[in-house]
């Protein structure tokens, strides 16, 4: 039997590019045996203080003087990868690795076992079964190859706190660490950096296989505080809000040496840097 660490579980998280609803009750779960994490000294490893754009739909805005991009792998071809490195830019692609969405072009690879309630109810968009690995891995495994095929220096992957959500599967806290774990690892072998998006819940556990962190809205949940153990690790934290105006969170994000941001829900162009 692990070690036990307490877990808030939180209900509610709008899958892709959303904002997060937030319920939360106590509970203790144990810590699977996981295995170590799979270093990459020579993948990006972001500053503390990182620039950085968030753009997952429209035209891709290059004009932006900052260090990081952060777009979709599907829709953004090599050549936009190409255009940003020539501008001295890293470049991350986004991966949703917690839902099967039927508008991507390997929507036919997810048999109907793995796909689970839909997310908003919308019927394009189903919560997956992260138990059946036997099934996922090999999926995301391409979806990483295809990543690094197009000169990605990382990525993000989307939805990964299933199991705080109501996915018509029973997930358990240890089953989401395994999963997190395998696609943290599988980036690393690629020479992918990572990043663990969200599920706060489980930051202590994860910080090892994780390079750096993005987030939504810690500031209108009061929640930031699970995100400074990536900083004390020396570890950047990339976080957005939605509905606060800057000069709600900005002072606190620039005091906790986040590197935070303003964007819309639709996370297109549209940006206002708090530092």
């Known amino acids: 039997m692990g070690s036990f660490i307490t877990l808030a ?11 997060t609803a937030h319920a939360t009750s106590a509970g203790f779960v144990a810590t ?11 993948c990006w490893h972001p500053a503390l203080k990182t620039s950085w754009q968030w753009q997952l739909q429209g035209t891709i805005d290059q004009s932006l003087n900052v260090k990081m991009y952060d777009v979709d792998m599907f829709d ?8 940003l490195h ?3 830019r890293i470049v991350i692609c986004y991966i949703d690795a917690g839902t099967w969405e039927g508008w991507r072009p ?4 997810f ?21 059946q690995q036997s099934i996922l891995d090999p999926i995301m495994k391409a979806r990483m190859d295809h990543c690094k095929s197009k000169g990605f220096n990382g990525v993000e992957f989307d939805n990964v706190d299933g199991y705080t959500n109501h996915t018509g599967f029973p997930l358990t806290a240890s089953e989401q660490l395994s999963y997190n774990v395998f696609l943290a690892n599988a980036a690393h072998i690629r020479g992918l950096s ?10 202590t556990t994860l910080l090892p296989y994780f390079d750096w962190a993005l987030d939504e809205q810690c500031f209108q949940f009061q929640e930031c505080h699970k995100l400074v153990p990536f900083i004390k690790a020396n570890k950047a934290v990339m976080e957005v809000e939605y509905k606060l105006s800057t000069s ?11 590197n935070s941001m303003k964007k819309h829900f639709s996370l297109a162009a549209y940006r206002v840097a708090c530092r």
């Open 9 to 19: 579980l939180v209900a509610a998280l709008s899958a892709s590019w959303g904002f």
């Open 32 to 42: 699977p045996s996981l295995p170590p994490h799979v270093s990459c000294p020579r």
């Open 76 to 83: 953004t071809p090599a050549s936009i990868v190409a255009s």
């Open 86 to 88: 020539k501008a001295r």
């Open 106 to 109: 390997d929507a036919k690879k």
């Open 111 to 131: 048999p109907n076992s793995v796909k689970g309630k839909s997310v908003n109810g919308f019927s394009n968009e189903r919560w997956l079964d992260i138990r």
């Open 194 to 203: 990572v990043a663990l998006k969200n599920d706060l819940d489980q930051v």
């Open 248 to 258: 709600q969170f900005c002072p606190k994000a620039n005091a906790m040496n986040f």
